[in-house]
């Protein structure tokens, strides 16, 4: 699949699928960016920052996005958060090209990244692409530019 993945903002409306999908498996996370967004705590508006869609005939099917680290700031430390693909489109590389595009992405604005996964899959993919696994507080994985 070719992915169309561009920069997004939190509506009601692109999310439904993605919030009612990822709250019925447990991924609270993605009724954290929800809730961010609406209160103003994250929108991924630092010039470093981004949040990413990927649209598969003009629906919104993965999200994800880099912001400053909330959980331990530092010059130059960012976070991939919010990573979610819908199941039936999982499997299909559009989870690394989202991943993929966040990197290329937070490489002019952050010295290292780091996230937190309790999915093997996600791991997996996320070690693939230069992330290693680390035993910090706060973080699974780790990858220094």
């Given at each position: 699949?070719?992915?169309d993945?561009?920069?997004i903002?939190?509506?009601p ?11 019925a498996?447990?991924?609270?996370f993605?009724?954290r960016?929800?809730?961010e967004?609406?209160s103003g705590?994250n929108?991924f508006a ?5 949040l990413l869609?990927?649209?598969s ?5 993965a999200v994800?996005?880099?912001s ?6 530092a ?8 990573v979610y693909?819908l ?5 299909q ?7 993929a595009?966040?990197?290329d992405?937070?490489k002019g604005?952050f010295?290292?990244?780091?996230l937190r996964?309790?999915n ?6 996320y070690?693939?692409?230069g992330?290693v696994?680390?035993d910090?507080p706060d973080?699974t994985h780790?990858l220094?530019?």
């Amino acid at each position: 699949m070719t992915a169309d993945i561009r920069d997004i903002a939190f509506t009601p409306e692109a999310f439904s699928a993605l919030l009612e999908e990822a709250e019925a498996e447990g991924a609270v996370f993605l009724l954290r960016l929800r809730d961010e967004w609406h209160s103003g705590d994250n929108r991924f508006a630092a010039n470093e920052e981004c949040l990413l869609g990927v649209f598969s005939h003009g629906e919104l099917v993965a999200v994800g996005g880099i912001s400053r680290d909330p959980y331990g700031p530092a010059p130059g430390l960012g976070r991939v958060r919010h990573v979610y693909v819908l199941k039936a489109h999982r499997r299909q590389g559009i989870g690394r090209a989202l991943v993929a595009a966040l990197l290329d992405r937070a490489k002019g604005g952050f010295t290292s990244l780091r996230l937190r996964t309790r999915n093997a899959e996600a791991a997996r993919v996320y070690e693939s692409l230069g992330f290693v696994r680390s035993d910090l507080p706060d973080e699974t994985h780790r990858l220094a530019f």
